[in-house]
């Protein structure tokens, strides 16, 4: 278990200069396997998209950088977590730890971590997640964190998680 007080997160804002780092965790095989989309996707294409993921209102997109107490390195980057609205009171979450880094329990503190800034930075309501049935590891963190399945959800492979997020939560 990483000690988060050596090696603390610290979430930014994703900025276009992270485009080739975001399409690397997005690409790898195993986040693939997971995702709705399977397929890879191109540099270009993954541009269009992150360059109005950036300059939508409707989105926040934020890279978790582990910050080491006396590192001349700088900030290594290990995750990222997204949360795109769906309605006035519904953000969706997705949520990436970087293939060096897994293993290392750190999607937890980065939903937390995520949750806190998307509650400073709006009101959400509620939070849903849409995780691949299969992917035990992805449901049991939603489920540790306090999402809740909805009743019937698993019609395409995929379960629906909801929780309400609200001002002054957690």
Do not use: C, Q
């Amino acid at each position: 278990m990483t000690d988060r007080r050596a090696n603390p997160l610290r979430l930014r804002p994703a900025e276009e200069g992270d485009a080739e780092l975001l399409l690397r965790w997005r690409n790898d095989p195993v986040a693939r396997r997971w995702s709705r989309n399977t397929g890879e996707l191109a540099l270009a294409d993954h541009l269009v998209w992150l360059r109005g993921v950036l300059a939508s209102d409707d989105r926040v997109l934020l890279i978790a950088d582990e910050i080491e107490e006396n590192a001349d390195t700088g900030p290594t980057p290990v995750g990222m977590v997204r949360f795109d609205l769906l309605d006035a009171a519904e953000w969706e979450v997705s949520i990436a730890i970087a293939p060096e880094h897994r293993g290392r329990r750190l999607a937890r503190p980065l939903l937390a971590e995520g949750e806190r800034e998307l509650r400073r930075r709006r009101s959400p309501g509620t939070v849903l997640a849409t995780v691949h049935r299969d992917n035990t590891a992805s449901v049991a963190l939603f489920r540790a964190a306090g999402y809740v399945p909805e009743a019937d959800t698993d019609t395409d492979g995929f379960l629906r998680l909801r929780k309400a997020v609200l001002l002054g939560d957690g």
